[in-house]
């Protein structure tokens, strides 16, 4: 007689409502229903009633007049991500990262899930960074999430110089390199864009196991090379960087090296538009009118400050005052209302001509309209400076920047509106 193993009957002592779902679900407890789930067709088993509670989706499939049985196929969802959806369902709890977050929200959306949906495109948007966005992009294309596709867009040819040099732009279809390259308003320079386009099709020569030469780069790139606006490259950056490979053919290369010395006016199958969207320069808004040289609140400093906006603007970094000795600082930006928080921390600078030196963070945070950020700095040593007489309120191309005092909040410094630490911001309008 084969052994039964025992049923331990006091899990649920001293555990919470959803520590007691999660242990439902991870043991299977009492599931009445099983999904098969994947290409592999892997067998998942839940619960009725904890999908019906958050999935109008799955009421529907469970009690409607064409209710299904109890063994149930998803080939469209991989384990991996059916899991994440059915943790949420059950404990509200998610595990996000870049490779799976459009597959969680594709099925987010599926099934209804709206909580769901809400903490991928949270995730997204306070992860997109040069590296993962044409990765988002791609993925949002085939899973038609038209949404997240167009904030990729956006996002992209508004950091082109840094996405276009990205590895993660091998991963695109033509379509998308299509899109973004022949975009009026990708900020990056032509050989910039050139040299992307070369390195996509050494990307898609690999998938296809061809050897990297000039020959089937062309193949690939096909009409591709004529959204490269080489009537505004330089004559020497396209003598230089361009025609000493034969992706373009003699014929293309000539009729371009007699435009730039006005043999011709014409380029023909080329683009005949000129300009693009010059990548907008990092604001440095400095809220202080006196900078005070000599130690502020000598030793160990946490110094905070309150901020907020009118419209969306996109934080690159703060300014900070030198130092006195060598040492490491951490910055913290937080919302409280959603618990967002980013941690930066960096090497402090004690020598330069100025007093002020600029602290870049590894990427840009977005900070939303009419929402309270706070921003706090702690160090161990001494800053070099301080500054007084500090404005509350700035306007910058009819966006309102505030500033709130942050000192009710227990363990911060007496920095505040109009003295002391944190004198600037560098960021960029949306």
């Not at 998942?44 to 109008?56: D, E, G």
């Not at 085939?142 to 992209?156: F, G, H, K, P, V």
């Not at 006016?265 to 005070?292: P, W």
């Not at 951490?330 to 980013?342: A, I, K, M, P, R």
């Amino acid at each position: 007689m084969p052994t039964v193993p025992p049923v331990d009957y006091g899990w649920q002592s001293e555990k919470s409502i959803l520590e007691c779902h999660q242990h439902m679900l991870e043991e299977g407890i009492a599931a009445d229903v099983t999904f098969i789930v994947g290409k592999k067709k892997q067998e998942v088993r839940a619960h009725k009633y904890m999908l019906i509670c958050r999935s109008p989706v799955f009421q529907a499939m469970f009690c409607g007049p064409l209710a299904e049985d109890n063994n149930i196929v998803i080939p469209d969802i991989e384990p991996d991500v059916f899991f994440v959806l059915l943790r949420f369902m059950y404990y509200d709890k998610s595990s996000l990262n870049d490779l799976i977050v459009l597959s969680v929200l594709y099925a987010a959306n599926k099934y209804l899930v709206d909580g769901l949906v809400k903490v991928c495109k949270d995730y997204i948007e306070n992860n997109m960074d040069a590296d993962n966005a044409c990765l988002l992009l791609q993925g949002s294309v085939e899973l038609d999430i038209t949404e997240i596709r167009q904030a990729c867009i956006d996002y992209i040819v508004s950091n082109g110089q840094d996405c276009l040099k990205s590895k993660s732009f091998g991963v695109l279809s033509d379509v998308c390199v299509k899109e973004l390259v022949s975009s009026d308003d990708l900020a990056a320079d032509e050989l910039t864009i050139w040299e992307s386009l070369v390195r996509w099709s050494d990307s898609k020569c690999q998938e296809r196991q061809l050897c990297i030469n000039d020959t089937n780069r062309r193949n690939i790139l096909g009409d591709l090379v004529y959204s490269v606006r080489f009537r505004d490259m330089d004559p020497g950056v396209f003598a230089k960087n361009v025609s000493t490979s034969d992706i373009l053919s003699l014929e293309e290369k000539c009729l371009i090296f007699q435009f730039h010395h006005h043999v011709t006016d014409v380029l023909k199958h080329f683009s005949s538009k000129s300009g693009r969207r010059c990548e907008e320069e990092i604001s440095r808004l400095l809220r202080f009118e006196k900078h005070k040289c000599g130690i502020f609140n000598g030793g160990r400093s946490i110094d905070g400050i309150v901020i907020s906006v009118s419209k969306k603007i996109y934080l690159y970094g703060i300014v900070s005052y030198r130092f006195k000795q060598d040492c490491s600082i951490v910055v913290t930006l937080c919302d409280e209302v959603s618990n967002f928080q980013y941690f930066e921390e960096t090497h402090a600078v004690t020598h330069g001509v100025d007093i002020t030196y600029d602290v870049m963070f590894r990427k840009k945070i977005a900070l939303e309209q009419d929402k309270l950020y706070k921003l706090i700095v702690d160090n161990p040593g001494d800053y070099s400076a301080y500054g007084g007489d500090g404005k509350s309120e700035f306007t910058i191309k009819h966006n309102c920047i505030k500033f709130h005092d942050a000192r009710a909040r227990s363990g911060l410094s007496p920095t505040s509106i109009t003295w002391g630490q944190i004198p600037g911001l560098l960021f960029k309008q949306h």
